[in-house]
């Protein structure tokens, strides 16, 4: 699912999400890959028998008016669509006693595994929403020996999880047999330490189905001897794909650990963006001529068929969004939606007021 599909499935969600029934007069009936629609079909004509059941007059109208929607809808289809479909009817009617009965038809980005059939006061679109998630999340830890931030990098977004200090005390003078006591009881506390971390990291990824890998950071040589010493269970240690050198233990430290480790993790939404936004500003400072941003410079951009890449940012609104990308698509251009998650991307926005992009050719 690219950034356009996940933009314009997020749209219909906010949609479903804020339509409400009087009663139980909203029906969803979602279809999943692979299955006969012929025989929904038949499974519907047999619930709206059913429905004839139903005591209130208004709901019973209102029910089985959605399903001779729904069925209506599914005629159009000589066989399920490759992903699978969702359908959604009902009277959405904000005034009791009124009758507003709308159908949605949506034919998901990504394989729909759930068949449904509900009828209730508000849609489900639970399965649409589980689309939306990243399919692969990746752990970081960033360690030195007086403290320690986990966190998660899904997407675009980098999050802390927890944040752990050791009581490991700093450096301090002393000799003779006091140094050598010293050295002790800090190594004790170290490995406390390092055992009190792998425990956080086993309760947070332990059990987390969509954790590809883990990326480890710190000073030397700290993040080895956590490695070594910290008692991390097999299944995450194996779990570990990069062990960086950084200098930060702290939310910045995770963003420093993510850009150090690009390489590693380069088909994930964040890099993707980063590398997008890098060639833009590259470009912006080198040949100023093969970009443009500003509504007024793309735009004019876009009428003469100049635009290779439009960059438009998520803070736009969705309507000048979506005007955007049909003036992108007209003449073949790519479209990358930039989030306000990131630095770059949070840039991106101060610098081009939401709108940049790269051309195939410099206008006059």
Not at 295 to 312: F, H, P, Q, Y
Request: net charge neutral; proline share 2%; charged share 30%.
């Amino acid at each position: 699912m690219n950034d356009r599909e996940k933009l314009h499935l997020e749209e219909q969600i906010e949609d479903l999400e804020s339509r409400k029934g009087q009663h139980t007069e909203l029906v969803t009936v979602m279809i999943p890959a692979g299955f006969n629609i012929h025989a929904v079909t038949n499974q519907l004509e047999a619930e709206r028998s059913t429905a004839e059941n139903i005591k209130s007059k208004a709901t019973r109208t209102a029910v089985i008016d959605a399903i001779n929607m729904i069925i209506r809808e599914l005629k159009k289809y000589k066989q399920t669509p490759k992903n699978g479909l969702a359908l959604f009817a009902g009277n959405v009617s904000e005034k009791e006693g009124s009758s507003d009965i709308q159908i949605w038809a949506i034919e998901p980005p990504k394989l729909l595994k759930v068949r449904i059939y509900r009828c209730d006061k508000t849609f489900v679109v639970e399965p649409l929403k589980e689309m939306l998630q990243t399919e692969e999340v990746y752990g970081l830890l960033a360690i030195d020996r007086q403290e320690a931030t986990i966190g998660i990098l899904e997407g675009k977004k980098i999050e802390v999880i927890r944040r752990l200090t050791s009581g490991v005390p700093g450096k301090v003078r002393a000799g003779g047999q006091s140094a050598a006591r010293f050295s002790r009881i800090t190594e004790g506390l170290a490995k406390e330490f390092f055992r009190r971390v792998a425990q956080a990291m086993k309760e947070i990824f332990f059990d987390m189905p969509r954790l590809k890998g883990i990326i480890i950071g710190g000073p030397i040589p700290t993040k080895e001897e956590f490695l070594e010493e910290g008692e991390l269970v097999t299944k995450l240690k194996e779990k570990v794909i990069a062990v960086k050198d950084i200098g930060y233990v702290d939310e910045h430290g995770l963003r420093l650990l993510v850009e150090s480790s690009q390489e590693d993790i380069a088909e994930q939404e964040i890099i993707k963006e980063k590398k997008i936004l890098e060639r833009f500003f590259n470009m912006l400072g080198k040949d100023k001529s093969k970009t443009a941003y500003g509504k007024d410079k793309v735009n004019l951009a876009l009428e003469r068929g100049a635009v290779d890449t439009l960059l438009i940012s998520k803070a736009l609104e969705k309507k000048e969004i979506a005007e955007y990308e049909k003036k992108a698509e007209n003449i073949g251009a790519s479209v990358y939606i930039i989030s306000l998650e990131t630095q770059e991307g949070e840039q991106f926005y101060n610098i081009t007021k939401g709108i940049g992009a790269i051309l195939r050719f410099a206008l006059e």
